[in-house]
Nanobody, 122 residues
Framework: VQLQAFGGGLVQAGGSLRLSCAAS????????MGWFRQAPGKEREFVGG????????YYADSVKGRFTISRDNAKNTVYLQMNSLKPEDTAVYYC????????????????WGQGTEVTVSS
């Protein structure tokens, strides 16, 4: 499956952005999906995950209550709604797909998108 993330941009602290990740292929609904981010000089970190049906979601503590992950299998797309953004949310955001179900680790994911940059100004 090929993934393309988009929707990043520059936003003021307290603002919102919605990231999208479009997937190619007819088997999107069989993949569990994740969002990760990587800030300059830091390791890539887990942000959120959603299972194949959308029935289960998982979040990093740092974004819980502010970010919401969802998916539309009919549109082959997974979303990350980001509210109450903070300067520390500034990073390149990546979507990823896996057939496994260990959401928190980059090594679990088999496919990665190219990333979309989010900058939150103070």
């Amino acid at each position: 499956v090929q993934l393309q993330a988009f929707g990043g941009g520059l936003v003021q602290a307290g603002g919102s952005l919605r990231l999208s990740c479009a997937a190619s292929g007819r088997t999107f609904s069989s993949y569990n999906m994740g969002w990760f981010r990587q800030a300059p000089g830091k390791e890539r970190e887990f942000v959120g995950g959603i299972n194949w049906s959308g029935g289960r979601t998982y979040y990093a503590d740092s974004v819980k209550g502010r970010f919401t992950i969802s998916r539309d299998n009919a549109k082959n797309t997974v979303y990350l709604q980001m509210n109450s953004l903070k300067p520390e949310d500034t990073a390149v955001y990546y979507c990823a797909a896996m057939t496994r179900d260990n959401y928190y680790y980059t090594s679990s994911y088999e496919y990665w998108g190219q990333g979309t940059e989010v900058t939150v100004s103070s």
